[in-house]
């Protein structure tokens, strides 16, 4: 585990295999880049450990699942390479999902932005709490969701990822989320959510590794280029950071959290 003012990562497994990845930040579970790298490892690590044989990915807390990238590490970046580097850690992130052995199951509590619907597309099945809105604000603060761009279109379509993009401002319910393909189920309590993350993890634990293995790469067949790609976007994001438009909107979002 990492434990510091920037939140934490830690994993539990169970004997029977079941691994949960939890993640924490006290801005809304939002993602400064050391929570992103810690997150990119642990995936990775998790996919390569034999005694594990499906992951949950969650975050701590009852409201927000995860508020995206961190505005105070946004707002410290001074130069491209820098901002290569923040937003690499997203890429990263989807990188090792998408690249993992293992089925990543999402459990999703509460509201995402930005990133954080990044990472629920990069799952392969999310479970939601009923309300866990989301919205893609990127372009609201001058960057655009280039990074988990990839990744959202892959989940819900090109015109529902351009839906969510362009109208940045505004959130989709979590039954939109679902119609769209982004929630594969959503329940009415966190109970519920507990309780059908389990049963998947569990019945994915008594099943077939290989098979499982075999499958995960059917169902990202057309992605390989991804490693290229999302560097590449990284670096679109890592640039427009650097704007007057987002510096300033950056700093205005942050005063009014």
């Not at 690249?99 to 990069?122: D, M, Y």
């Not at 709490?129 to 603060?141: D, F, N, Q, T």
Request: a negative charge; one cysteine or more.
């Amino acid at each position: 585990m990492i434990e510091n003012k920037d939140g934490y990562v830690s994993y539990a497994i169970t004997d029977n295999g079941i691994a949960t990845i939890t993640f924490q930040h006290p801005m809304s579970n939002s993602l400064p880049g050391a929570i992103l790298r810690k997150l990119a490892q642990t995936v990775t690590d998790l996919g390569n450990d034999d005694a594990v044989k499906v992951i949950i990915l969650t975050s701590a807390g009852e409201k927000a699942f995860c508020a995206g990238a961190s505005f105070d590490e946004l707002i410290s970046i001074t130069n491209k390479e820098d901002g290569h580097t923040f937003f690499s850690g997203f890429a990263m992130v989807i990188n090792a999902m998408r690249k993992c052995p293992k089925f990543v199951i999402a459990r999703i509590q509460g509201k995402a932005v930005g990133g954080g619907v990044g990472l629920a597309s990069a799952a392969d099945y999310a479970i939601a709490l009923r309300g866990s809105a989301v919205k893609l604000s990127e372009l609201a603060v001058g960057i655009g969701p280039f990074v988990v761009g990839p990744a959202v279109e892959r989940k819900i379509g090109l015109a529902a990822f351009s839906e969510l993009s362009i109208d940045a401002a505004n959130w989709r319910t979590c039954a939109w989320a679902q119609e769209k393909g982004l929630y594969a189920s959503v329940h009415d309590t966190i109970a519920e959510v507990d309780e059908a993350v389990l049963s998947l993890a569990t019945t994915l634990s008594k099943s077939s590794p290989e098979a499982m293995k075999d499958l995960k790469e059917v169902l990202w067949q057309g992605t390989e280029h991804w490693d290229e790609l999302l560097a590449s976007r990284a670096g679109i994001s890592g640039r427009l950071v650097l704007s007057d438009f987002a510096v300033n909107a950056i700093s205005t979002f942050k005063a009014k959290a």
